[in-house]
C-alpha cells in the first residue's frame, strides 16, 4: 500500500498531530514510526516525530506541506516507548509533542545532528608500575582515603564514566592524582550490549537477608516477567536497599535492565556506592547535573541496551530502556517525582504505568508511603510489604514533643532542648538543628511605624539574606538592596523579624562557641562541589552542629548525630492544603530516620505550640503506619484524594477578573460523577505581577475525570477568555499553593 502522508509530533502547545506530505524524493518505506523528521512548521524548521502514516487525508494536498527531510541515524523512539509516551500525554491531557520533546535528550532535538563520539571511560592499568605506586597508594590511604576509594571504584568496573566518578562525590583533581601515578588510564569503549557473568556480583557484600527482607526478595524475583506492584514499607534503615540489590540479581542475570527512580541523586551518594559495589556492571546516571553530551551517552547507552542499570532522577522514567525487566522506585512518597511545570507529570505514578505495559514488576519502597500507594496496598491491588525491624543492632529513635508554650525560649530555642543539645556534645556526638526556611529572615520592618519590606509583584515580604546583603523575594526570585532607612517614615531602626537558617546558624555559633557548626540549605550549598564537601566534613566529624533545610531530610547517613531537632511543625497542622499533615508526618519520620542509625540510640526532638494536636499525639505515640491509617478514614470520610480524583486548573493573568471569569465559564458545563470547587484565588493570589486563581475538579472515578478534562479542553479552545489568560491543567495535583 502507497504512503502518501505522515501526522507528526511537533513541540508546540497545541493537543494534535500535524500532517504532511512525503515528496518523490524521500523513499516512503524509510519512514518508520517513532522515526524523527525535519519539518516545515510557521516559518522555521523543526523536528517531529513520526507518529502515523496514511494514504489517503481529508485535507486537500495543496494546503498540506511536504517533510524536508528525514534523520536516518536509527536513534528513533521503539514503539513500546512510544506508546507509553502517548499514554503519558494522554493522561495528563498533555500536547504530545511536548511530551516527546521531553524524552528527547537535547542534542536530539536539534536539526543539526551531533556527531556522536564513543563513550570514554576510565580503567585501571595493569603495568609493574601500577603495582607498586598501589603498594605506595595502600601506605598513603591515610593521607589520600579518597584516591584509595576512587582506585578500587575504577578497579571493580569495566570501564567507568567521568560523570559517573562525579555524581559519587569524587573531584577532577583526585582523578588526575590517580592518572599522574599512572594507576589508572582513559579509553574509548565500543558499545556492546552488558552481559552477565559469574563475576558480576560481588557475593561477599551480600547481607544475610532477614527473613522479613528474604519474603519481599522472593516475591519480587517470583514476579519476573509478569506486572506486580510491591509496596515495600520499611523503617529507615530496615534494609530496603538490600531488597532491591538482591531482588535485582534475577533480573540482570536475565540480561534485562533494571531502573531506579530516587528523588535526588546528589543527595544520596552513598545509596549509589552500594550500587556500584554490589555489580561489576556498567551503572548510568540520569540526573539533571549532567551536560548535554552526557545525557545524549546516558541515552544511548539505555537504548543500546550497554548499561545494566540507570539510577536516575524523574525524567529517567523516559529512558529509552531496550530490555526493561525491572522498575525500583526508592522514597516513593516524595514530591519531587512530580514534576511541578509545563508536563505536570508524576513519576512514580508512570513508573507502575511502564511496568504494566512491558509486563515486568515494579517495587516502590519508603518508610513513609505517600496515602495513595498505602490505600492501593491495604486494598490489595499492590502487593503490600512490612519491613517492621531495623536491620542490624540500631533502634528506631523516639519522636518526643516540646511544648513551646511552657518554656523559656532563646533564638527560638526552648530551655528542654538547649540542654539536650549541651549533653550531646558533651559526649562527643552530633546534633541535626533543622528549620524550613532559609535566609537569614523571613522579613524586615521598620520598628517605628511598623513598614514592612514587600514585593510588589507577590504582595509577600522579601527575605533577608545577611550573607549575600539582599532581599530576596522567595516567591519570583527578585532581587533588592538592603534599605538604609524606612521609606515610609524615614526611621534607621529597620530590623530583621522572625528566624531563618542563616540567623539560626549565627546564633547557634555563639550559644555553642566551643563546636562547630555547619548550614547545609540550598543557599549554602550552590557552589558546585559543595554540599559533598560539607557532607564529608559532617563524617569526618569537623561539625558538632548541623543546620538545615528538608534538603537534609532525604537519604543520608549521619551515624553519630544522636539528637535531631525540628524547631517548628506547626504550620503544617493547620493549612489549606489537606496533604499538609501527610507531608508533616513524612517529613518528620525521616527525618527522625537521620538520627542514631548506628550502634547509638537516637533521640527527635519536636518543638510545638500544639501538642495535643491529635494528629502530632497519633503519629509520636503510635507510628506512622497508624497515624496513616488513621488519616485516611479522614479522607474517605471527606471523599478526598485518595478516595476521589483530582484536576486543577490553574489560570493567571494582569488583572484578577480575567482568571476568574475564565475558570467560572468552565463551572457552567456539567458533568457525570464531577464537582466543581472554585474559581478561588490560590494561596499565593498573586505572584510576579500575575493574579492567579484555581479551579479544582473532582470526580469519583479516574474515568469521569477524564472525560470531563477532555471535553473542557475542547470547550476551552472556543471560549473567547482563553487567550487573555495563562491556564494549566494538572492532574493529581500536589502543590495546591500554587
Ligand atoms: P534502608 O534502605 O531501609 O534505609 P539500608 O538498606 O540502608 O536500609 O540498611 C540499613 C543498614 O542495615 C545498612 O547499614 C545495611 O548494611 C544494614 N543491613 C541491611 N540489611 C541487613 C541484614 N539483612 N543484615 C545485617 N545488616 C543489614
Ligand atoms: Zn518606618
Ligand atoms: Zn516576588
Request: proline share 5%; with cysteine.
Amino acid at each position: 500500500m502507497q504512503v502518501n502522508y505522515i501526522q507528526v509530533a511537533i513541540p508546540v502547545p497545541m493537543r494534535q498531530l500535524f500532517t504532511y506530505i512525503i515528496p518523490q524524493n524521500i523513499n516512503s518505506a524509510e519512514l518508520h514510526i517513532g522515526a524523527r523528521v525535519v519539518v516545515p512548521f510557521s516559518h522555521r524548521q523543526v523536528i517531529g516525530i513520526i507518529i502515523s502514516t496514511s494514504t489517503t487525508c481529508d485535507i486537500e494536498d495543496k494546503k498540506l506541506k511536504a517533510i524536508i527531510s528525514l534523520v536516518n541515524d536509527n536513534f528513533r523512539f521503539p514503539p513500546t516507548l512510544l506508546n507509553f509516551l502517548q499514554r503519558c500525554a494522554n493522561y495528563y491531557h498533555h500536547p504530545i509533542g511536548d511530551v516527546l520533546q521531553l524524552a528527547l535528550p537535547v542534542l536530539l532535538r536539534q536539526i543539526e545532528q551531533p556527531t556522536i563520539d564513543l563513550a570514554t571511560t576510565w580503567h585501571e592499568l595493569k603495568t609493574e608500575i601500577a603495582d607498586e605506586s598501589s603498594v605506595a597508594i595502600e601506605k598513603a590511604a591515610k593521607k589520600a582515603p579518597k584516591q584509595v576509594a576512587l582506585l578500587s571504584l575504577i578497579q571493580a568496573h569495566n570501564g567507568i564514566t567521568w560523570a559517573e566518578i562525579r555524581t559519587l562525590g569524587f573531584t577532577k583533581a583526585q582523578l588526575n592524582a590517580l592518572e599522574k601515578k599512572q594507576l589508572i588510564e582513559e579509553k574509548k569503549q565500543n558499545p556492546i550490549p552488558f552481559v552477565y557473568q559469574d563475576s558480576t556480583l560481588a557475593e561477599e557484600e551480600k547481607l544475610t537477608l532477614t527473613v522479613e527482607q528474604a519474603v519481599i526478595v522472593s516475591a519480587v524475583k517470583q514476579s519476573f516477567g509478569e506486572f506486580s506492584c510491591h509496596l515495600v514499607d520499611g523503617v529507615t534503615g530496615s534494609g530496603k536497599t538490600e531488597v532491591y540489590l538482591q531482588a535485582m540479581e534475577r533480573t540482570l542475570a536475565a540480561n534485562k535492565q533494571v531502573l531506579v527512580l530516587v528523588p535526588e541523586i546528589g543527595l544520596t551518594p552513598q545509596m549509589l556506592s552500594r550500587f556500584e559495589q554490589r555489580f561489576n556492571l556498567p551503572i548510568c546516571l540520569h540526573h539533571s547535573g549532567l551536560n548535554d553530551k552526557e545525557r545524549l551517552q546516558t541515552w544511548l547507552a539505555a537504548q543500546r541496551g550497554t548499561a545494566a542499570i540507570i539510577i536516575g532522577t524523574r525524567s529517567a522514567i523516559f529512558s529509552p530502556l531496550h530490555h526493561l525487566g525491572l522498575i525500583i522506585v526508592d522514597e516513593e512518597h516524595d514530591g519531587s517525582f512530580k514534576q511541578q511545570d509545563s508536563f505536570r507529570y508524576q513519576a512514580r505514578d508512570i513508573a507502575i504505568l511502564r511496568a504494566r505495559l512491558l509486563n515486568i514488576p515494579i517495587v516502590l519502597g519508603s518508610a513513609t508511603p505517600s496515602f495513595e500507594s498505602l490505600q492501593n496496598a491495604l486494598s490489595g491491588k499492590y502487593r503490600y510489604h512490612q519491613l517492621t525491624k531495623r536491620a542490624g543492632q540500631s533502634t528506631q529513635s523516639k519522636i518526643t514533643l516540646i511544648d513551646v508554650a511552657q518554656q523559656q525560649m532563646e533564638h527560638g530555642l526552648s530551655g528542654t532542648l538547649k540542654k539536650a543539645i549541651e549533653n550531646i556534645l558533651k559526649r562527643g556526638e552530633q546534633a541535626l538543628i533543622f528549620l524550613n526556611r532559609r535566609g537569614y529572615a523571613p522579613a524586615i520592618n521598620c520598628q517605628e511605624c511598623h513598614w514592612i519590606a514587600d514585593c510588589q509583584r507577590c504582595n509577600k515580604s522579601y527575605t533577608l539574606h545577611q550573607g549575600q546583603k539582599l532581599l530576596i523575594c522567595h516567591h519570583c526570585s527578585s532581587q533588592k538592596r538592603i534599605p538604609y532607612q524606612c521609606p515610609s517614615c524615614g526611621s534607621v531602626r529597620i530590623k530583621p523579624m522572625g528566624q531563618g537558617t542563616e540567623q539560626l546558624e549565627e546564633r547557634i555559633s555563639e550559644l555553642f562557641s566551643d563546636y562547630s557548626t555547619v548550614r547545609i540549605d540550598r543557599d549554602s550549598t550552590r557552589k558546585k562541589g559543595e554540599l559533598a564537601k560539607l557532607l564529608q566534613e559532617v563524617s569526618d566529624k569537623k561539625h558538632q552542629l548541623l543546620i538545615g533545610t528538608q534538603m537534609l531530610a532525604k537519604g543520608h547517613h549521619f551515624p553519630d548525630v544522636t539528637l535531631v531537632a525540628i524547631l517548628d511543625v506547626d504550620g503544617a497542622l493547620f493549612s489549606f492544603d489537606f496533604r499538609a499533615a501527610e507531608h508533616m508526618a513524612q517529613l518528620l519520620v525521616q527525618v527522625a530516620g537521620r538520627a542514631g542509625r548506628e550502634s547509638k540510640p537516637g533521640k527527635v526532638l519536636v518543638q510545638t505550640n500544639f501538642p495535643e494536636h491529635p494528629l502530632l499525639q497519633d503519629l509520636v505515640n503510635n507510628g506512622y503506619p497508624h497515624f496513616a491509617k488513621y488519616a485516611l478514614t479522614e479522607r474517605k470520610q471527606a471523599l478526598l484524594p485518595p478516595f476521589s480524583y483530582q484536576a486543577l486548573f490553574r489560570a493567571e493573568a494582569n488583572y484578577p477578573s480575567y482568571p476568574e471569569k475564565f475558570l467560572r465559564s468552565l463551572t457552567e458545563f456539567s458533568f457525570q460523577g464531577c464537582q466543581f470547587a472554585g474559581p478561588v484565588p490560590a494561596a499565593m493570589e498573586k505572584k510576579a505581577g500575575k493574579y492567579r486563581y484555581h479551579l479544582i475538579v473532582q470526580a469519583k472515578s479516574r474515568k469521569e475525570l477524564h472525560l470531563a478534562i477532555y471535553q473542557l479542553i475542547h470547550h476551552i479552545s472556543q471560549n473567547e477568555w482563553q487567550k487573555k489568560v495563562r491556564w494549566t491543567v494538572d492532574i493529581d495535583p500536589l502543590d495546591l499553593s500554587w
